[in-house]
């Protein structure tokens, strides 16, 4: 599975971003899909995760009712509605896929054999 992130860039506090993970080489409706960060000098943290065919959503506390993850199977997309982003959300965003995940491992990093390369967040105060 290749992966594809973008959608990152330079936003104020309060704004809004939209990033995008295309993926492609298998089929992308049977993948667990997930956004993890990394900020600058900290560890990767995970961000929201959505399993195949839409079956349920998961969030991290600090961006829960803020961010939305979805995924368009038609186009092999996953995205990350950002709202009320806030300078603690400045990090690398990577979008990440898993072919068998259960629920209760959906937020640790190693669960996901995939991995794309980050795009950059910068929110400004």
């Known amino acids: 599975v290749q992966l594809q992130a973008s959608g990152g860039g330079l936003v104020q506090a309060g704004g809004s971003l939209r990033l995008s993970c295309a993926a492609s080489?298998?089929?992308?409706?049977?993948?667990?899909m997930a956004w993890f960060r990394q900020a600058p000098e900290k560890e990767r943290e995970f961000v929201a995760a959505?399993?195949?065919?839409?079956?349920?959503?998961f969030y991290s506390d600090s961006v829960k009712g803020r961010f939305t993850i979805s995924r368009d199977n038609a186009k092999n997309t996953v995205y990350l509605h950002m709202n009320s982003l806030q300078p603690e959300d400045t990090a690398v965003y990577s979008c990440a896929a898993s072919s068998s995940v259960i629920n209760s491992a959906v937020r640790m990093s190693d669960m996901y054999g995939y991995w794309g390369q980050g795009t950059l967040v910068t929110v400004s105060s």
């Open positions: 080489g298998r089929t992308f409706n049977s993948l667990t």
């Open positions: 959505i399993k195949w065919g839409g079956g349920g959503t």
